[in-house]
């Protein structure tokens, strides 16, 4: 069975400073990956995804995230954070069943 | 573009009446999603409707949860006798079929008391 795990529940980073949250899946082959974000009152909305190819995939807002097979890792990370990057976001693996992890809440103070 | 809209946003029920929440998916997308955020359990798939026709509810609990796609332009998801347990957000969601990109609506926050 699929499943997908982000060992950190909450990250605080200083504004202007980088960022990586971790993400480590399961599945027996190369699953479809996506990252989501949930800002306070509002639905989730999808950052980017992978499917095949080039391992390093852009998303929007100047998020990117690097598949690894090897390491079973689909990291998310961003250069240069912003305030209002502060949400929870959410590793996500499947096609129409999506299994999400547990998510990150990131605070990114000013 | 709307997007995927539910209703209602906010919905408090008292404990073992019913409850139906609405959702009606982006224009022209025919697969359907429902599932339920919790702090204790996080985002659970519940359903998933396909061009109307339910393909998959094994994420439904087998008592007093049933959903329904009557038509391309709206989906309901009953939960009969409701509990407390039951309180969550449940959330709908909508993509073209074939497509993994699924967008999801706000949710309704669903409290029973």
């Known amino acids: 069975a699929q499943s997908v795990t982000q060992p950190d529940a909450r990250v605080t980073v200083s504004e202007g400073a980088s960022l990586q949250l971790r993400c480590k899946y399961s599945y027996s082959g190369t699953p479809y990956l996506f990252w989501y974000v949930q800002y306070p009152r509002q639905g989730l909305q999808l950052l980017l995804k992978?499917?095949?190819?080039?391992?390093v995939v852009q998303g929007v807002n100047g998020f990117e995230a690097e598949f690894s097979k090897s390491n079973s890792s689909f990291h998310l990370r961003k250069a240069s954070v912003h305030w209002s990057d502060s949400a929870v976001y959410f590793c996500v693996s499947g096609s129409w069943q999506l299994i999400f992890g547990s998510g990150t809440q990131l605070t990114v103070m000013p | 573009n709307a997007g995927v809209i539910q209703t209602p946003r906010h919905k408090v029920t008292g404990k073992g009446q019913e409850a139906t929440l609405w959702c009606e998916p982006i224009?022209?997308?025919?697969?359907v999603f429902w599932y339920r955020q919790t702090i204790v359990q996080g985002l659970e798939f519940l359903t998933y409707f396909r061009n109307q026709a339910p393909i998959d509810d094994s994420g439904m609990p087998k008592e007093r949860f049933s959903a329904q796609m009557p038509n391309q332009s709206h989906s309901t998801l009953k939960i009969q006798s409701t509990q407390p347990q039951d309180s969550a957000v449940y959330l709908c969601?909508?993509?073209?079929?074939?497509?993994?990109?699924?967008?999801f609506g706000k949710g309704t926050r669903l409290t029973v008391v």
């Open positions: 224009s022209g997308h025919s697969a």
């Open positions: 992978y499917y095949s190819g080039d391992p």
């Open positions: 969601a909508s993509s073209l079929v074939g497509n993994t990109e699924v967008f």
